[in-house]
Structures are given as structure tokens and as C-alpha cells.
């Protein structure tokens, strides 16, 4: 199995920082005074989140204050945006998509522990602790707060803000809403539902494991298919990462939006959900890496599935 080549990604996504402006310059459309204004405020926002992120991560020890409030920060500005471009119905639709999707987001990430009345509590995702243990970062304190600072907190309040752009280049727009808003809105509905759904799964299936293993059985005891660690039952079955797929597929959908607004079928506000493609690649790498060395039969169902699109159903 791959493991997650972290220089690789690392340059990927720094590479596609540096496609952002050259987009913007060559590619358009420009924007004007008051989407300039709107964007100044989006920024110090998340700024202002990135710096809340690093100082309570630093602090707690707690690296998942981002993971928090990513399901947020979209609908947030969202609607900043929507307020600014005088709540015309695309801006208005995007918003209340965005807040469909966070509001089932936050919901998952709540039932897993992730939020206490003291704020920067709560159960942090499994995947910071193994990088911090990894071989990059075990006992490179100043390296990891590096990547605090520059991954964890800067570029993905960064990355986040990006997966709203298509919003705002399309503040301006005199196109009314039409048939591609319309093809773009039931698609990203339908990928909101998609993710529900794999999520709910993923939430039974672990739950059930879990159950069965704190009740004093070991993992080889329990029944089929829960013996074999990891979840191979519904989309799981047909795509290693369908909650992952469904994600990537909702902010292309939003980037869609934009060219129902007339922007073009290629514009810098693309970015977003491109390096969304990009971090998921990583993320589900690392994910692979870890259950591939907790599972036997991982190596198998990673051999027979897909990572992304559903296909090849996987059998034992």
C-alpha cells in the first residue's frame, strides 16, 4: 500500500497557491470595488480564525480547533456574501446549500465528541496524533508547530475561504437564474445526501464494533463484518471513500454556480475545489496508511474498491 508522500502533497498544494493569482490575472474576471470590500472582510475573518486556531492548538495540544469551525466558516461567509450582493436568488441559494452542508457536517463531527462548553476540548481527529508520532514530527516540536502554523491553521482558514469564491465572482452577475444554477443546485443537494448517507454508515458500522469490543470481545471474535475492522458494508462497499467523494463533488458543484452566473466554464474561482481535490488525495492516504497497518484484509479491499468513484464491489 502507498504511503502519504507528505513532501509530495506539500507541493502540490504549494503549487496551487501559487496557480490562484495567475488565474486571477490571466484568467479573470477581476473584481470590483465592493467584491474587493467583501473580500477584505472574508480575509479578516479568516485571519482572524487562522490566529484562534494556532494559539488554542498550541496551548491545548488540541489540533482539531479548525476541524471545529470548517463546517461554519463557509455558510458564514456565504451569507456575507449573499448580504453584499444584495440577496439575489443565486447568492441565495449557494448560501442555504452551504448551510445544508455545514449543519450536517457540524452534526457528524458533534456525535463524535468533537465539541465541550469548554471550547477547546473535545475529541481531537485521530489523524493529528499519528502525524505527530510519525516520522516527520515524533520529537521535532518546533517542526510540527510549523505545520500547525502554516497547514493546520493558515491554509486550510485559507483553503476554506477559497471554496467560497465561486459566491463571491458571482456577486455581480446579471444573469438570472437559470438552468445550470438549477442542474448545479440538485446535484450539490444530491451529493449533501450522498455524504449523509455514508457518513450514517460509517457512524453504525464503528458504533456496533465498538460496542462489541468494549463489551470484552477481541476484534477476530466478532461477527462478519465487523471482524474485519473496517467498514465494507452500503457505498463502502462500492468506494473506499464515499463520504470523501461526496465532498469533493458538493464544492465542484458550488464552482458550477459561478458559470450559471455567466463568469465563464473556466475561472480563477475554481481553485477552491481543486485544491479540496488535492487535500483529500493526502487525507485519504494517510487514512489508508493507518488502517492498512491495523487490518490485514485491508491490503485486499483497497486492491478490489476504488478510492473515489463506486465500482467494483468488494468480496472477501
Known amino acids: 500500500?502507498?504511503?502519504?508522500?507528505?513532501?509530495?502533497?506539500?507541493?502540490?498544494?504549494?503549487?496551487?497557491?501559487?496557480?490562484?493569482?495567475?488565474?486571477?490575472?490571466?484568467?479573470?474576471p477581476a473584481l470590483d470595488?465592493?467584491?474587493?470590500?467583501?473580500?477584505?472582510?472574508?480575509?479578516?475573518?479568516a485571519g482572524c480564525?487562522?490566529?484562534?486556531?494556532?494559539?488554542?492548538?498550541?496551548?491545548?495540544?488540541?489540533?482539531?480547533?479548525?476541524?471545529?469551525?470548517?463546517?461554519?466558516?463557509?455558510?458564514?461567509?456565504?451569507?456575507?456574501i449573499a448580504a453584499n450582493g444584495g440577496f439575489s436568488a443565486r447568492l441565495i441559494v449557494m448560501a442555504v446549500l452551504a448551510?445544508?452542508?455545514?449543519?450536517?457536517?457540524?452534526?457528524n463531527f458533534a456525535r463524535k465528541g468533537a465539541y465541550r462548553w469548554k471550547f477547546w476540548e473535545g475529541e481531537e481527529d485521530y489523524r493529528w496524533g499519528v502525524l505527530r508520532q510519525g516520522p516527520f514530527f515524533n520529537g521535532n516540536r518546533w517542526g510540527w508547530m510549523l505545520f500547525?502554523?502554516?497547514?493546520?491553521?493558515v491554509y486550510q482558514n485559507a483553503l476554506v475561504l477559497m471554496t467560497t469564491f465561486p459566491?463571491?465572482?458571482s456577486m455581480n452577475s446579471t444573469v438570472p437564474f437559470g438552468v445550470v444554477d438549477i442542474i448545479a443546485a440538485v446535484l450539490m443537494l444530491g451529493f449533501i445526501a450522498w455524504e449523509a448517507v455514508a457518513d450514517e454508515q460509517q457512524w453504525v458500522f464503528q458504533t456496533t464494533k465498538w460496542g462489541m469490543i468494549n463489551s470484552g470481545k477481541k476484534?477476530?471474535?466478532?461477527?462478519?463484518?465487523?471482524n474485519l475492522g473496517f467498514n465494507t458494508q452500503g457505498l463502502w462497499a462500492f468506494s473506499r471513500h464515499p463520504n470523501y467523494l461526496g465532498e469533493q463533488a458538493i464544492w465542484i458543484c458550488f464552482y458550477v454556480f459561478s458559470i450559471g452566473a455567466g463568469i465563464g466554464i473556466f475561472n480563477w474561482s475554481i481553485i477552491g475545489c481543486?485544491?479540496?481535490?488535492?487535500?483529500?488525495?493526502?487525507?485519504?492516504?494517510?487514512?489508508?496508511?493507518?488502517?492498512?497497518?491495523?487490518?490485514?484484509?485491508y491490503e485486499a479491499y483497497c486492491n478490489q474498491v476504488s478510492r473515489f468513484i463506486p465500482g467494483k464491489r468488494f468480496h472477501k
Do not use: H
Open 219 to 226: 476484534l477476530e471474535e466478532l461477527p462478519e463484518p465487523y
Open 167 to 169: 459566491a463571491l465572482v
Open 148 to 153: 500547525d502554523l502554516f497547514f493546520i491553521s
Open 99 to 107: 448551510t445544508l452542508w455545514g449543519a450536517r457536517l457540524t452534526f
Open 49 to 80: 480564525s487562522a490566529l484562534y486556531c494556532f494559539v488554542v492548538g498550541e496551548l491545548t495540544g488540541n489540533n482539531s480547533q479548525m476541524d471545529k469551525i470548517w463546517s461554519i466558516l463557509p455558510a458564514v461567509y456565504a451569507w456575507i
Open 1 to 28: 500500500m502507498k504511503k502519504m508522500n507528505i513532501p509530495l502533497i506539500a507541493t502540490l498544494l504549494g503549487l496551487s497557491l501559487i496557480v490562484c493569482p495567475l488565474l486571477y490575472i490571466y484568467v479573470g
Open 33 to 45: 470595488d465592493l467584491q474587493l470590500s467583501t473580500f477584505k472582510t472574508l480575509g479578516i475573518i
Open 274 to 297: 481543486l485544491l479540496l481535490v488535492v487535500m483529500f488525495l493526502g487525507s485519504s492516504s494517510l487514512a489508508e496508511e493507518i488502517s492498512g497497518g491495523k487490518y490485514p484484509e
